[in-house]
């Protein structure tokens, strides 16, 4: 059992070393009030983050390419909650998708799409009343495009549609969510290097 492990960890590696790898950061805009709780109505308000990343492509799939993309990034939202008021929450995710990329159009435009899951943590911060605090996962929908910016950096802009709640209230809040992500990525190795 511990030897076809390592093997399949050896493989795994192997591939993702001779695989396109990019590092990246992007600022993004979210409004993770899509919906309002019942029967009080509380709705998450905009606001803005910063999230981190890792990619690499996996395999060829059609007429594309499979990759991995995991991030981590924070964000900062309000909600006016019943009896304490406007209150500050802190949303803290870590995500991972699987991402479809198109083969690159005569533009250059590469355009590429997929789902995965975040772990979403929330914790409130008010002066009057206790804080709240959640942790949920929560499956997203990506759709976005990159283009080359300079030899070895591609600028992107993506769109991310969450579904979920959480438990960090006086009642069940929906974190349902759009939001909007514009960043860099650094590639370290190309694809075929």
Known sequence: MGRSLFLLLLLFAGGVLQAQIGVGAAGSLAWPGVQASSPSSIRFKPG???????????AALGA??????????????RADLPQAGETAYKFS?????????????????RW??????????????NRFRANYSDE???????????WNWYEGFDAFAELVF??????????????TSL???????????????
Request: proline share 4%; aromatic share 10%.
């Open 48 to 58: 803005a983050g910063y999230q981190f990343f890792f990619r690499h492509d996996v």
């Open 64 to 77: 594309g390419r499979l990759h991995l993309k995991y991030a981590a990034g924070k964000s900062a939202h």
């Open 93 to 109: 995710t870590f995500s991972i998708e699987a991402l479809w990329e198109a083969a690159p159009a005569a533009s250059g435009i």
């Open 112 to 125: 590429y799409g997929g789902a995965g899951a975040s772990l979403l943590s929330l914790v409130s911060e």
């Open 136 to 146: 949920s996962i929560i499956p997203q929908i990506t759709g976005g495009a990159r």
């Open 162 to 175: 969450r579904y979920g709640q959480t438990q960090a209230g006086p009642e069940s809040i929906p974190v």
């Open 179 to 193: 939001r909007l992500n514009i960043g860099l990525t650094m590639f370290i190795s190309e694809e075929g290097s």
